[in-house]
């Protein structure tokens, strides 16, 4: 019985620091988290191990395209010689299939200015 009031406290300590977390997360880096949860989430993962649809994105800032290993890109991507920079990163979120003719990610255009800052601070925020 006793064990099983600490391990009721321990899950609610631990579930308690969740939002506290995200809390700390500047006010841009959260809206951005939303919206990376709307529109990215589904084929990019979170977590630096794995690819999911698509490669993950933990790091992505300023990384060249198309190196992650154990992730098939199409071969426009492997072609495109991009580095994601703050700038690219833009012009992909505004119109990949633009940027990237023939890339194997869903057509995605989030062209406000302000959607564009929360998602790449989040982005920056993924390590
Ligand atoms: C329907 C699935 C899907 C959605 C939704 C999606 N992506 Fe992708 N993404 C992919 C796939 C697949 C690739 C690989 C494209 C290729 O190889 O041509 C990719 C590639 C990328 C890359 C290049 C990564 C690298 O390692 O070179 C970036 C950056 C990226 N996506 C960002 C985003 C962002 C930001 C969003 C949300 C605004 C998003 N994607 C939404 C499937 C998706």
């Not at 631990?14 to 084929?43: D, K, S, V």
């Not at 190196?67 to 012009?91: C, H, Q, V």
Request: proline content about 3%; hydrophobic content about 45%; overall charge neutral.
């Amino acid at each position: 019985m006793k064990m099983k009031v600490l391990w009721s406290l321990a899950l609610c300590s631990a579930l308690a620091t969740i939002p506290f977390a995200q809390a700390e997360e500047g006010g841009m880096e959260a809206a951005g988290r939303q919206l990376f949860t709307h529109h990215c989430a589904a084929c990019h993962s979170l977590d630096t191990s794995q690819n999911a649809f698509g490669p993950s994105l933990v790091g992505v800032v300023d990384r060249k395209a198309a190196t992650l290993p154990r992730f098939a890109y199409s071969k426009a991507m492997e072609a495109s010689g991009i580095t994601w920079t703050e700038d690219n990163l833009r012009k992909w979120i505004t119109d990949n299939e633009a940027l990237v003719p023939g890339t194997r990610m869903r057509h995605v255009a989030i062209t406000d200015q302000a959607e564009q800052d929360y998602l790449i601070s989040f982005l920056r925020t993924l390590k």
